[in-house]
């Protein structure tokens, strides 16, 4: 495979992270807002206490999404001002390749407890 390929290979694979990234931003508005409409029902101490928990997780998953989404653009931007990609950067594209699937996992996880407390 040529360089060419290889760099092209990496940035779909980026653009495909930062489409997912930002159906997942999205996605996070709906769940809050799914939230919010379901807090009058929960008037006992110890839902509220998992409506809060829900809370901060969205709002941990959010700063997840802006950190990320920063470190996938200045991958992008090391590797624009490169002929070729080298061993370093194909290590951090491997270890951000690592941190998506963790962070898809993790929202995926939230989404189903999420579900499942509205239940």
Do not use: C, G
Request: glycine share 0%; net charge negative; charged share 30%.
């Amino acid at each position: 495979m040529n360089q060419n390929a290889a760099q092209a290979i990496l940035f779909t694979e980026h653009t495909n992270w930062l489409r997912m990234i930002d159906q997942t931003k999205s996605q996070y508005k709906d769940l809050q807002n799914r939230l919010e409409r379901a807090l009058p029902q929960f008037d006992h101490t110890a839902l509220m206490a998992r409506v809060e928990q829900f809370q901060n997780r969205f709002i941990r998953h959010r700063e997840v999404i802006d950190e990320l989404r920063h470190e996938i653009k200045q991958h992008e931007n090391h590797l624009q001002q490169l002929d070729q990609p080298n061993h370093l950067l194909l290590l951090t594209h491997i270890n951000l390749r690592d941190q998506f699937n963790r962070f898809y996992d993790l929202y995926i996880e939230l989404e189903r407890d999420f579900d499942e407390f509205l239940a």
